[in-house]
């Protein structure tokens, strides 16, 4: 059973969230701040994190980035903002997935199974060689020019993805369906965690080589 660890203010919220998610099968804890949030999960780590951003003292963008300073565990904000800015800038601090409320349970249930099989690493022992990047699936490791990258599972899958085909082209919904698992998705999510693989990938991300965009088309990873 995969625990998730709540982060909402609001505790008519966080108890109806909790007792919804409860009913899909997820072991479930609350935490009413960010930085109580960070406390829990530093004391007991859960399986994936939802963070409202919305909070009292440290706001949520503030607590994605602290959880990602140390932490790769799954985050998804769970928002009443749905502004692109703030989409944007929440992905940018570190989040895998964003969600606007009002909730639809089912759906959200349906993006944290997708993310709990992302964090799982591959069972093959394979090493991808693509250029100066070796990705090797089983110990969810990459390394570029042999030194260690530290890639989230969702920037991981994202590499793995565009390397098991160097040199094709992906539209921007393919990698949706193949990352997030969406039929219909938000393409701001592939953009934002594309800039931030180039971050860790490129050695001038402004100028990428590696991952390249294919203007009107998509991604590609570079042989």
């Known amino acids: 059973m995969a625990g998730v660890l709540l982060i909402e203010d609001d505790d008519r919220i966080r108890l109806a969230l909790t007792l919804a998610l409860e009913d899909e099968g997820y072991a479930m804890r609350g935490a009413g701040s960010a930085e109580e949030g960070l406390e829990a ?37 769970v928002s009443a903002r749905d502004d692109t800015h703030d989409i944007v800038a929440a992905l940018e601090a570190g989040a895998d997935d964003y969600v606007v409320k009002p909730i ?4 959200l249930s349906a993006r944290l199974r997708a993310l709990q099989r992302r964090s799982r690493v591959a069972a093959a022992a394979t090493t991808t060689k693509v250029g100066a990047l070796d990705i090797t ?16 599972h969702t920037e991981f899958w994202l590499l793995c993805e565009l390397a098991d085909r160097p040199g094709q082209v992906f539209s921007r919904q393919q990698l949706l369906r193949q990352v997030w698992e969406y039929e219909i998705g938000d393409e701001r999510l592939v953009d934002v965690h594309v800039g931030r693989l180039r971050q860790k990938i490129e050695d001038d991300p402004r100028r990428p080589q590696r991952l390249v965009t294919v203007r009107g088309m998509g991604y590609k990873l570079q042989r």
Do not use: C, N, S, W
């Open 41 to 77: 999960q530093g004391a007991e780590p859960a399986d994936i994190v939802l963070m409202d951003l919305m909070l009292p003292g440290m706001d949520g963008f503030a607590g994605v980035r602290a959880l990602r300073r140390h932490d790769d565990v799954p985050i998804v904000v």
């Open 104 to 107: 639809a349970v089912k759906e």
């Open 137 to 152: 699936q089983e110990a969810a490791e990459v390394r570029l020019h042999g030194e260690l990258v530290a890639l989230t």
